[in-house]
């Protein structure tokens, strides 16, 4: 039996996570740039279908390491408010990961919009 109303309201919990994160997360501000003028670029030049796939792909890569980073970095904050060398471990390679998709958002941006630039 599926029960829906459950499903709104874990719905509604994952909607006030993506809100937390935008308040209280600088680089998820910046990620959020990044998305609307990327999008707006790409409406402008008109991306074909398989162009668009390749940038919500970078995009939603982005926001979903920098979601589990951000979800990291509380429980870290949580279990280990003193220093310890695997606190700052757990940080920083939750960190890399969204680095890592970030190189990989700049790649597919290049290949996308650098043969569109009529220089
Ligand atoms: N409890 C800890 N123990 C050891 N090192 C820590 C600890 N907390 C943070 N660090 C180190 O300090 C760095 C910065 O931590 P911080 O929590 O400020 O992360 P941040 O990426 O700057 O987070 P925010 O996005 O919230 O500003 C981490 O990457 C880690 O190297």
């Given at each position: 039996?599926?029960?829906?109303?459950?499903?709104?309201?874990?719905?509604?919990?994952?909607i006030?996570?993506?809100?937390?994160?935008?308040?209280?997360?600088?680089?998820?501000?910046i990620h959020?740039?990044?998305s609307?003028?990327?999008?707006?670029?790409?409406?402008?030049v008109?991306?074909s279908?398989?162009?668009?796939?390749?940038?919500?792909?970078?995009?939603?890569?982005?926001w979903?390491l920098?979601?589990i980073?951000?979800?990291?970095?509380?429980?870290?904050?949580?279990a280990?408010?003193?220093?310890?060398?695997?606190?700052?471990?757990?940080?920083d390679?939750?960190a890399?990961?969204v680095?890592?998709?970030?190189i990989?958002?700049?790649?597919?941006g290049i290949?996308i919009?650098?043969?569109?630039?009529?220089?």
């Amino acid at each position: 039996m599926i029960d829906f109303q459950k499903f709104i309201k874990s719905t509604s919990f994952a909607i006030k996570g993506i809100r937390s994160m935008i308040i209280s997360e600088n680089n998820a501000r910046i990620h959020l740039l990044a998305s609307i003028v990327v999008i707006s670029a790409g409406i402008y030049v008109e991306l074909s279908n398989q162009e668009w796939l390749w940038i919500a792909l970078a995009i939603a890569l982005v926001w979903i390491l920098e979601a589990i980073n951000t979800s990291i970095e509380a429980l870290v904050d949580l279990a280990s408010p003193d220093f310890h060398p695997l606190a700052g471990k757990a940080k920083d390679v939750a960190a890399a990961a969204v680095l890592i998709a970030s190189i990989f958002a700049i790649i597919v941006g290049i290949i996308i919009f650098f043969p569109k630039l009529s220089l």
